[in-house]
T-cell receptor, first 115, second 110 residues
C-alpha cells in the first residue's frame, strides 16, 4: 500500500452520465496529480494541484473537471464523456518544495469504461 | 526536460540479476533520475532515484555513469513478481512533472 487510495476501482458509465472519481492521500503531502493511461500508451499528466491550487492543466477537455477541497483529497468530475475516454485514471501525491524528496506515490487507479 | 531511451523489452531468468539500461544523454546537472515500475493495470510503484552517486535500497540498486548520460537499474535476484514495465524518468526543472515514456517490459521467466 502506498498511502494513496482511489475509489471506485472500476466504473462503467454511459456518455450522458455524470460521475466522480475520488482520491485520498494519507501521507501528509502538499501536491496531488491526475494521470490518464489509455491502452498501450504512456501515462499522460492531466492536472496538478499544489497546496490546493491548480498549477497545471495539460489541455484536458472541459468534460473532465478536477476539484481539490483540501490537501488530502482530490476529485475528478466526469460528464458527457466519450468512449475514447475509457482508460485507467491514476492519482498520485508528493511533498513538493524540498529538492530530491518529491517522489510521487500512486494510487491503484480507477478503470473507467465509457459505453 | 531530458529525454530517456529504454529498450522495449528484456528477459531475465528467475533468481538472476536483472540489469535494465537507460540512456539520458541530454540530462542537466540538477536533474534526478527516477525509476518506477508498473505491474499490469496497477499504479506505478516508486523504486529508487539518484542524482550522481550510486544508490541502493531494499528493492534495487541504481548505477549512474560518471558523465550521467546513462544509468542502470539492477534487481539483484529477480522473481516472477518482478515482471512489469520499468520506467526510467528524468525529473525536469518543473519539479511537478514526471514524463513517463514507454518503458522496458521485463519478463522474468522460471
Amino acid at each position: 500500500e502506498t498511502g494513496v487510495t482511489q475509489t471506485p476501482r472500476h466504473l462503467v458509465m454511459g456518455m450522458t452520465n455524470k460521475k466522480s472519481l475520488k482520491c485520498e492521500q494519507h501521507l501528509g503531502h502538499n501536491a496531488m496529480y491526475w494521470y490518464k493511461q489509455s491502452a498501450k500508451k504512456p501515462l499522460e499528466l492531466m492536472f496538478v494541484y499544489n497546496f490546493k491550487e491548480q498549477t497545471e492543466n495539460n489541455s484536458v477537455p472541459s468534460r473532465f473537471s478536477p476539484e481539490c477541497p483540501n490537501s488530502s483529497h482530490l476529485f475528478l468530475h466526469l460528464h458527457t464523456l466519450q468512449p475514447e475516454d475509457s482508460a485507467l485514471y491514476l492519482c498520485a501525491s508528493s511533498q513538493e518544495g524540498t529538492e530530491g524528496t518529491d517522489t510521487q506515490y500512486f494510487g491503484p487507479g480507477t478503470r473507467l469504461t465509457v459505453l | 526536460d531530458a529525454k530517456t531511451t529504454q529498450p522495449p523489452s528484456m528477459d531475465c531468468a528467475e533468481g538472476r540479476a536483472a540489469n535494465l539500461p537507460c540512456n539520458h544523454s541530454t540530462i542537466s546537472g540538477n536533474e534526478y533520475v527516477y525509476w518506477y515500475r508498473q505491474i499490469h493495470s496497477q499504479g506505478p510503484q516508486y523504486i529508487i532515484h539518484g542524482l550522481k552517486n550510486n544508490e541502493t535500497n531494499e528493492m534495487a540498486s541504481l548505477i549512474i555513469t560518471e558523465d550521467r548520460k546513462s544509468s542502470t537499474l539492477i534487481l539483484p535476484h529477480a522473481t516472477l513478481r518482478d515482471t512489469a514495465v520499468y520506467y526510467c524518468i528524468v525529473r525536469g526543472y518543473n519539479f511537478n512533472k514526471f514524463y513517463f515514456g514507454s518503458g522496458t517490459k521485463l519478463n522474468v521467466k522460471p
